[in-house]
């Protein structure tokens, strides 16, 4: 069974400088979660999608972070305008929607902001 | 915030077991114990979770108190791949509910 996919796995910006992750859950996945992990911190969640809706955005910083999951399946995170505390590891995982289900996560993209 | 809390890092010797322990007394009775790992430069990986029976799988073990404030994972032939960061979260088990992650143990095995 395939994994979590992301991409890209690390990227360099400077600040005020756009920039977007995608993210491949497991195959029949319904839930699908990002999240941002900052160095020597656990991972923080940001957004969780069921299917194609946002089931909670609450902590996701709206004014310059937005994410899709147009057609159910992948994801799309963006930041823009970026700032230098945005560097950190945005990890998306999924799960199968009800009962109990362990979240598979992804590699993770590493983003470094200059 | 993290309803958990874990020393920051251990060390454990190759080949013997790991045991972490984790704390959470604030636990409430629909809430379960779930342990993940995150080797470096990986995205964190279920481990086991349990209600208030101790659990084994093919991973590890897990111990949960009487009164189910506290819990230990053991690792019981601790190799050098596992040494990561663990993670001990308490949740609802529910496939939609997300994970509170704290700063977890930092276990380092050592040869």
């Known amino acids: 069974e395939a994994g979590v996919a992301q991409s890209p796995r690390y990227k360099i910006i400077e600040k005020r400088q756009s920039v977007a992750f995608w993210c491949n859950p497991i195959?029949?996945?319904?839930?699908l979660y990002w999240y941002q992990q900052i160095l020597g911190q656990g991972p923080k969640l940001l957004i969780q999608?069921?299917?194609?809706?946002?089931?909670?955005d609450s902590q996701l910083p709206k004014d310059r972070f937005s994410a899709e999951r147009l057609k159910g399946v992948d994801s799309t995170l963006k930041i823009q305008p970026a700032k230098l505390e945005d560097s950190a590891v945005y990890l998306c995982?999924?799960?199968?929607?009800?009962?109990?289900?362990?979240?598979?996560f992804g590699p993770g993209t590493r983003l470094l902001v200059l | 915030d993290a309803k958990t809390t874990q020393p920051p890092s251990m060390d454990c010797a190759e080949g013997r077991a790991a045991n972490l322990p984790c704390n959470h007394s604030?636990?409430?009775?629909?809430?379960?114990v779930y342990w993940y790992r995150q080797i470096h430069s990986q995205g964190p990986q279920y481990i086991i979770h349990?209600?208030?029976n101790n659990e084994t799988n093919e991973m590890a073990s897990l111990i949960i108190t009487e009164d189910r404030k506290s819990s230990t994972l053991i690792l019981p032939h601790a190799t050098l791949r596992d040494t990561a960061v663990y993670y001990c979260?308490?949740?609802?088990?529910?496939?939609?509910?997300?994970?509170?992650f704290g700063k977890g143990t930092r276990l380092s095995v050592i040869a």
């Open positions: 995982a999924s799960n199968i929607a009800g009962g109990w289900s362990a979240q598979y």
């Open positions: 195959s029949g996945h319904a839930t």
């Open positions: 999608f069921q299917n194609n809706g946002v089931v909670d």
């Open positions: 604030t636990i409430s009775g629909n809430e379960y």
């Open positions: 349990g209600l208030k």
């Open positions: 979260i308490v949740r609802l088990n529910s496939g939609n509910t997300p994970l509170v």
